[in-house]
């Protein structure tokens, strides 16, 4: 088989939430112990992360993958979903899984796969753990791909366990109020494992602390003990303290999003814990945060595509998350913002329009999967909350009509939806 078709193989034989929406949900862990006794359990070979949460989970991830390296560890980065390449969900030091080692696993296991029909992602799963496996990895960052209780990663005993936060997404599965959708994601936390939770919420901790109880465990507030002290202004340098005490100098982040100041509280909390068994120098967390693109590959995090006009996209899809995204976009220099929006059929549009800026010229789109909101739908409810734009059939041609209406001096926005961003030319 070729790589195209063992994807088209695994695309047309396994339902994939991301293209197929509930459908594609199994409320159980049936398939994903049945796999991992098939492999023998492969991630019992080398230590782990587990990093669960509403927004910033991935950008977490890539920020411990890539201190990890930076300290000279072989480290495995599982994420999803993927932006241009499949491949992208599994990766070593930044390098990608290669084609030949996906079409070995599909061919090796085509027999299993037809017969336990499990998931796209439980096959994903299942692949990433014995590749890290076989290329013996010594440490490997796994991020949850929704919730945590039922999430084919929560087989894995990590070193410790990270929420980063705690948002109403996926409600339609993990539950319309915030104390439920906590509760699925606190079930990462386990026996005697530490836990962060990256966000104290007053409606959400005892959910954590009560689960930190029962599990004999300890949980840390990151940003209860962590403080930001900016010595520029945008992305750094910023000096990071803790318990009011200087910890860190001089820390930049080449992750230019200003919810990543958060994912930095995180994600220090957590290297803080690992250090006590991990060999981590200062300047490692310092060198490691700084180069986060280049050790890991992450796009799509108020990523700026070119200038003259200012092209930036953002895969910031829920309420929560898009909150910092507009006040970031307000306070961005230009004459005339464009914005190029779409949204998956599944979400709570309504209060997410209503958050977006009534002064922008909208260009309104859709993603090339099942789940997309349709284009036309989608302005005209934008119209009821006083967004004004036209629509058009693709990202792409989308994309185009901006670009010719905007000036230099103007902004192109791109987001809405993660899978609007992954059709973005060239990215």
């Given at each position: 088989?070729?790589?195209?078709?063992?994807?088209?193989?695994?695309?047309?034989?396994?339902?994939?939430?991301?293209?197929?929406?509930k459908?594609?949900?199994?409320?159980?862990?049936d398939?994903?112990?049945?796999?991992?006794?098939?492999f023998?359990?492969?991630?019992q070979?080398?230590?782990?992360?587990?990093?669960?949460?509403?927004?910033?989970?991935?950008?977490?991830?890539?920020?411990?993958a890539s201190?990890?390296?930076?300290?000279?560890?072989?480290v495995?980065?599982?994420?999803?979903?993927?932006?241009k390449?499949?491949?992208?969900?599994?990766?070593?030091?930044?390098?990608?899984?290669?084609?030949?080692?996906?079409?070995?696993?599909?061919e090796?296991?085509?027999?299993?796969?037809k017969?336990?029909?499990?998931?796209f992602?439980?096959m994903?799963?299942?692949?990433?753990?014995?590749?890290?496996?076989?290329e013996?990895?010594d440490?490997?960052?796994?991020?949850?791909?929704?919730?945590?209780?039922?999430?084919?990663?929560?087989?894995?005993?990590?070193?410790?366990?990270?929420?980063?936060?705690?948002?109403?997404?996926?409600?339609?599965?993990?539950?319309?109020?915030?104390?439920?959708?906590a509760g699925?994601?606190?079930?990462?936390?386990?026996?005697?494992?530490?836990?962060v939770?990256?966000?104290?919420?007053a409606e959400?901790?005892s959910?954590f602390?009560?689960?930190?109880?029962?599990?004999?465990?300890?949980?840390?507030?990151?940003d209860?003990?962590?403080?930001?002290?900016?010595n520029?202004k945008?992305?750094g340098?910023?000096?990071?303290?803790?318990?009011?005490?200087?910890?860190?100098?001089?820390?930049?982040?080449?992750?230019?999003?200003?919810?990543q100041?958060k994912?930095?509280?995180?994600?220090?909390?957590?290297?803080?814990?690992?250090?006590d068994?991990?060999?981590?120098?200062?300047?490692?967390?310092i060198?490691?945060l700084?180069?986060?693109?280049?050790?890991?590959?992450?796009?799509?995090?108020?990523?700026?595509?070119?200038?003259?006009p200012?092209?930036?996209?953002?895969?910031?899809?829920?309420?929560?998350?898009l909150?910092?995204?507009?006040?970031?976009?307000?306070?961005?220099?230009?004459e005339?913002?464009h914005?190029?929006?779409?949204?998956?059929?599944?979400?709570?549009?309504?209060?997410?329009l209503?958050?977006?800026?009534k002064?922008a010229?909208?260009?309104?789109?859709?993603?090339?999967?099942?789940?997309?909101?349709?284009?036309i739908?989608?302005?005209?409810?934008?119209?009821?909350?006083?967004?004004?734009g036209?629509?058009?059939?693709?990202?792409?041609l989308?994309?185009?009509?901006?670009?010719?209406?905007?000036?230099?001096?103007?902004?192109?926005?791109?987001?809405?939806?993660?899978f609007?961003?992954?059709?973005?030319?060239?990215?």
């Open positions: 088989m070729t790589y195209q078709q063992v994807l088209d193989f695994l695309f047309s034989q396994l339902p994939v939430y991301q293209r197929d929406g459908a594609a949900y199994k409320a159980n862990l398939n994903t112990n049945a796999l991992d006794d098939h023998n359990q492969p991630h070979n080398y230590l782990t992360i587990h990093v669960a949460g509403t927004n910033g989970k991935g950008s977490v991830s890539h920020m411990l201190v990890l390296q930076q300290a000279g560890y072989k495995g980065l599982y994420t999803s979903p993927h932006l390449d499949f491949r992208e969900r599994i990766k070593i030091n930044g390098q990608m899984i290669s084609e030949d080692a996906v079409i070995s696993f599909v090796q296991n085509k027999e299993i796969i017969n336990l029909k499990p998931s992602f439980e994903t799963v299942a692949l990433a753990f014995e590749y890290f496996s076989n013996k990895v440490i490997a960052v796994i991020e949850v791909g929704m919730g945590g209780r039922l999430d084919s990663t929560n087989i894995i005993s990590p070193l410790v366990s990270v929420i980063t936060n705690i948002g109403l997404d996926h409600t339609a599965f993990l539950g319309d109020n915030l104390k439920a959708i699925e994601k606190a079930s990462i936390i386990k026996a005697g494992i530490p836990a939770v990256g966000e104290w919420d959400t901790a959910v602390l009560s689960k930190a109880l029962q599990s004999n465990t300890s949980v840390v507030f990151a209860k003990v962590r403080k930001l002290q900016v520029n945008n992305n340098p910023f000096t990071v303290e803790f318990n009011s005490q200087p910890e860190f100098l001089n820390i930049s982040l080449d992750l230019l999003g200003d919810y100041k994912n930095l509280f995180t994600t220090i909390t957590t290297l803080q814990i690992v250090r068994q991990l060999d981590i120098s200062t300047e490692d967390i060198n490691g700084s180069n986060v693109i280049a050790n890991t590959g992450l796009k799509g995090r108020w990523q700026i595509i070119s200038d003259a200012k092209v930036i996209c953002d895969t910031g899809h829920n309420k929560e998350g909150s910092y995204i507009v006040n970031q976009l307000k306070n961005e220099n230009f005339k913002l914005i190029v929006w779409g949204m998956v059929n599944d979400k709570d549009i309504d209060s997410v209503e958050l977006l800026p002064t010229k909208y260009y309104f789109t859709k993603a090339s999967i099942p789940r997309a909101l349709n284009e739908t989608l302005m005209r409810q934008a119209k009821t909350v006083g967004l004004q036209s629509a058009y059939a693709n990202v792409e989308a994309l185009k009509k901006a670009k010719e209406a905007a000036n230099e001096n103007d902004i192109i926005f791109i987001g809405g939806s993660t609007v961003v992954a059709e973005i030319p060239n990215l």
